[in-house]
């Protein structure tokens, strides 16, 4: 079956504008994480997606960031007045209910956002 | 502050040779512990994962070893090949939270032919 998807694959905007990006998780998976990667570092998690849950929005570095998952699917993060650090790849992960225990994230490719 | 540490943070290893990536963590809480393959353009890929209630698990060339007490575990890749050239990244987490992963760095390894 697909895979997470998350458009688009690169994204190069001037510093201030606005972005949105998208992440369409696995059909039937009902968690949804984001992540940063910048060069060099781990993934810097920073929000969470449980069901119909309130997020986990933990890791969000400022209020320039949010995230919104509209019916349980489909979510998209979204960056105001970009700034030159908000450069990195932005990785989204879905995963299936969780009964028990942990459950694998299954990760999408990435969108690479360039701020100049 | 780095809940997880990784190193080193890059690695060439001939083709044939082991490769060993280290992990340590502090928080005694972390139950499961994943590593993750990522080549070039993609995402992430668990590869291999590890609970605490044993020291060992392999899968073909990919070993964990886990040290409980000294909270360590590491990846050994035996008779490594070329096509095993990406970024590892292990990973923790605690299954009484499960929504919060914590990862490494990243290693990336390179196997020259």
């Known amino acids: 079956g697909a895979g997470v998807s998350q458009s688009p694959s690169n994204k190069v905007t001037e510093k201030g504008k606005d972005v949105e990006l998208r992440c369409d998780p696995i059909s039937g998976h009902t968690a949804l994480y984001w992540y940063r990667q910048s060069l060099g570092q781990g993934l810097e998690f920073l929000i969470y997606f449980q069901g119909n849950s309130a997020p986990d929005k933990s890791g969000l570095p400022s209020d320039r960031f949010s995230a919104e998952r509209t019916g349980g699917s489909v979510s998209t993060l979204t960056i105001q007045r970009t700034q030159q650090e908000d450069s990195a790849v932005y990785l989204c992960?879905?995963?299936?209910?969780?009964?028990?225990?942990?459950?694998?994230?299954?990760f999408g490719p990435g969108t690479r956002l360039t701020v100049l | 502050q780095q809940q997880v540490k990784q190193s080193p943070q890059s690695l060439i290893v001939q083709k044939g040779g082991i490769s060993i990536i280290n992990c340590a963590y502090e928080n005694t809480a972390f139950d499961y512990f994943p590593w993750y393959q990522q080549f070039p353009g993609k995402g992430p890929a668990l590869l291999i994962a590890?609970?605490?209630?044993?020291s060992e698990k392999k899968e073909g060339r990919f070993t964990i070893s886990f040290n409980k007490s000294a909270k360590q575990f590491s990846l050994h890749i035996m008779d490594s090949q070329p096509g095993d050239s990406a970024t590892y990244f292990c990973?923790?987490?605690?299954?009484?939270?499960?929504?919060?992963?914590?990862f490494g760095t990243g290693t990336s390894l390179t196997v020259i032919p």
């Open positions: 992960a879905s995963s299936p209910r969780r009964l028990a225990g942990v459950n694998e994230q299954f």
């Open positions: 990973a923790a987490t605690s299954s009484g939270t499960g929504n919060q992963f914590y």
């Open positions: 590890i609970r605490p209630d044993v």
